[in-house]
């Protein structure tokens, strides 16, 4: 492994931008080999020996956007409890015999997916390869592990009832997207849980497990021929039929604007202001990631950060992000501020958005901008959980096997008048929803 990766990031981003950005992709991402596994599932595979461990992150359609009506949090708890037990040992010597091999094995419900992590040191491959498909395959779901997961929920749900921002952010998706499964929260509320029984856990990781979509993405020091025999042996024994889960529906802009206070008693006022996004196949989706940087990005240079925290000092800080979700995930910025600065903050944000909609970007400041994303892009490769977890996403999101050596190219190629046309698109004042959480006065 290159000793550059070893560098802090705010070394390692100067000298990333002093390089060729193509050329700095190439030499910092080990070739990946493909192929198609039992049942049509597809399979990913970087291989590293510079240490002696492997990391593997397993994709499938189960996420929270295919918990069952009335039911918002199943796919969460079926996550939560993915180490508690499997095969014939119970929640108890499951997790010891995953502390003594020293074995990382977890699950976690995304909005689109489920996702299965695993990492363990090569030596004990056969070990910890076989806890994971016992998990898969003879999940325990015992009653009292249940019982703690919902104990467990509630008490976070509860606990969140005092955080400005968790409070705005899930008022912010039910604006935006109201009934559709994006504006659920993803670990359920009180109504939800209560309604939640053993048997939805079990039905629905019965659905989600199937091989058809599922997506299987290995880094780390284990060879080709080895993945192929262990895919082979054990997926084979997954269900082959598809999953009867319906694809998540296309969410759709609203036609208008609304705002919402919820009072809280807390010095800083949270604010959100968002609206739908895209898909990670929609046609302005470098466009996107070109102009969110502008605005209210990563690092000190934003739009957002530089007149709200650095000229007037409003914030500590103030950021814009989207997700790009197969059903159009949202555009969000985000901020907190002093009860009394509420109002100049949201004016500031209104400016900034327009402006970035109706004014072209300077071409140095594009510049720079494109020249910080393609060279710092190498980051997101730096590891094997990293490694491991792109090229999850890359084959579960269909982005195609050039996706990391034409992310340079692609980003270079925004232009400013892609960048307003994008703007004008997303950040449409009469269509943004705004949500405040804090004290009125």
Do not use: C
């Not at 069952?68 to 010597?93: R, T």
């Not at 659920?184 to 309604?195: E, I, K, M, R, V």
């Not at 269900?239 to 809280?264: G, R, V, W, Y």
């Not at 202001?273 to 969110?292: E, K």
Request: hydrophobic share 40%.
């Amino acid at each position: 492994m290159s000793i550059f990766f070893r560098l802090p990031a705010f070394l390692l981003i100067p000298f990333l931008l002093a390089v060729n950005p193509s050329s700095a992709v190439a030499a910092w991402s080990p070739k990946v080999s493909h192929f198609q596994g039992p049942g049509g599932m597809m399979v990913y595979h970087v291989e590293s020996n510079a240490n002696p461990l492997l990391v593997v992150k397993l994709l499938t359609r189960g996420g929270a956007g295919y918990d069952p009506k009335g039911k918002a949090g199943v796919a969460s708890l079926v996550g939560w409890m993915f180490n508690e037990g499997g095969g014939d040992l119970d929640s108890e010597a499951f997790q010891e015999k995953l502390n003594y091999y020293g074995i990382s094995l977890s699950g976690s419900a995304g909005r689109d997916a489920m996702t299965v992590s695993m990492s363990t040191l090569s030596m004990h491959l056969d070990i910890a390869w076989g806890m994971m498909m016992d998990a898969l395959l003879r999940p325990k779901f015992a009653v009292a592990d249940f019982d703690r997961a919902i104990a467990e929920q509630i008490a976070a749900i509860k606990q969140a009832k005092e955080k400005p921002d968790v409070q705005a952010s899930n008022a912010l998706a039910k604006a935006i997207y109201g009934d559709h499964p994006y504006g659920q929260p993803t670990s359920g509320d009180l109504t939800s849980l209560s309604a939640i029984k053993v048997a939805d856990l079990e039905q629905f990781h019965d659905q989600a497990f199937r091989l058809p979509g599922m997506v299987l993405a290995v880094a780390g020091d284990i060879s080709l021929p080895k993945l192929k025999e262990l895919v082979k042996s054990s997926f084979a024994k997954f269900n082959h039929m598809p999953s009867s889960f319906s694809p998540i529906p296309f969410a759709f802009t609203k036609n208008k604007s609304d705002q919402q206070h919820i009072e809280l008693d807390v010095p800083q006022t949270a604010i959100r202001i968002g609206g739908v996004g895209i898909n990670r196949h929609d046609p302005d989706y470098y466009s996107l990631v070109v102009m969110n940087q502008i605005l209210g990005g990563s690092g000190f240079t934003s739009r957002l950060t530089k007149e709200i925290r650095e000229k007037r000092g409003l914030t500590y800080g103030v950021y814009s992000y989207f997700s790009p979700l197969a059903g159009q995930g949202p555009f969000v910025v985000a901020m907190q501020t002093k009860t009394e600065s509420v109002a100049e903050s949201i004016t500031l944000l209104r400016q900034e958005l327009t402006r970035i909609s109706n004014e072209d970007v300077d071409a140095a400041e594009l510049e720079d901008i494109k020249k910080y994303l393609t060279g710092s892009f190498p980051l997101n490769l730096d590891g094997l959980g990293k490694l491991a977890g792109i090229w999850g996403v890359i084959g579960f999101y269909q982005r195609g096997l050039d996706y990391l050596s034409m992310w340079p190219e692609r980003i270079r190629a925004v232009t400013s008048g892609d960048i307003r046309r994008v703007a004008r698109r997303i950040l449409d004042a009469n269509r943004l929803h705004f949500v405040t959480v804090g004290r009125t006065s």
